[in-house]
């Protein structure tokens, strides 16, 4: 089993749609949970760190159910600009560790 | 503040060559990790390093790489006798003690 999972995709959305992604992680130790974006051919670059609580930055809202080892990501009134492969990351102890990866979902965001 | 530079952007090698790449964390960070990223694929963890030390190699490959993190100087991901195998975006990461990892550009190696 992938310690990060993730359906690949693409997503194809209208622009203005609501769209969900969410992964699952394999290690019930893990620490940390985050969200990067990553555009093509560019570094990734986080968009949000997930709590059990849940959060919400804007029109994304993430949240994390330690239970089910799921992590969600939900973006609101999606703009064009949100077109990018958004990748799951745990960090399995926490604090400076490296982290892991999941391939990423593909979001295509259409006029 | 600068970002995380890391040079060369694309390196370009025949196989059995040896490649360096260099990553210059940002300033006041003094962790730095190395992640590698095939074609098709996620980012894969390699290294973890602070000034002179490895902290973590565990997703090293066992021959061929080996990286540094000087006490002064970029650190350098080395990569002796490259394979085709070895063709990926090779991503640096920086942080603080603890706190968000930031991304290099990435050096993209292809080895023909």
């Known amino acids: 089993r992938k310690e990060v999972e993730q359906d690949p995709g693409p997503f194809n959305v209208p622009e203005g749609a609501t769209v969900a992604f969410n992964c699952t992680y394999s290690?019930?130790?893990?620490?940390?949970f985050f969200w990067y974006r990553q555009d093509c051919r560019k570094e990734p670059k986080l968009l949000m760190s997930?709590?059990?609580s849940g959060n919400e930055d804007g029109r994304f809202t993430a949240q994390l159910n330690r239970a089910s080892q799921y992590i969600s990501l939900l973006i609101r009134d999606s703009k064009l600009s949100d077109s990018a492969t958004y990748l799951c990351?745990?960090?399995?102890?926490?604090?400076?560790?490296?982290?892991?990866f999941g391939k990423g979902t593909h979001l295509i965001i259409q006029p | 503040n600068a970002g995380v530079m890391q040079n060369p952007r694309h390196l370009v090698r025949r196989r059995g060559q040896e490649a360096r790449l260099r990553c210059s964390p940002m300033k006041g960070h003094s962790h730095v990790y190395w992640y590698r990223q095939l074609p098709e694929e996620g980012l894969k963890f390699m290294v973890y390093l602070q000034k002179e030390n490895i902290i973590d190699e565990s997703g090293m490959p066992k021959e061929r790489f080996s990286a540094e993190f000087p006490k002064e100087g970029p650190s350098i991901l080395r990569i002796q006798q490259v394979v085709r195998g070895d063709s990926a975006a090779y991503f640096c990461a920086s942080s603080p003690a603890v706190g968000e990892q930031f991304f290099g550009p990435g050096t993209r190696l292809t080895v023909l």
């Open positions: 997930v709590y059990s």
């Open positions: 290690n019930s130790a893990s620490q940390s």
């Open positions: 990351v745990v960090n399995k102890r926490g604090g400076a560790d490296g982290l892991t």
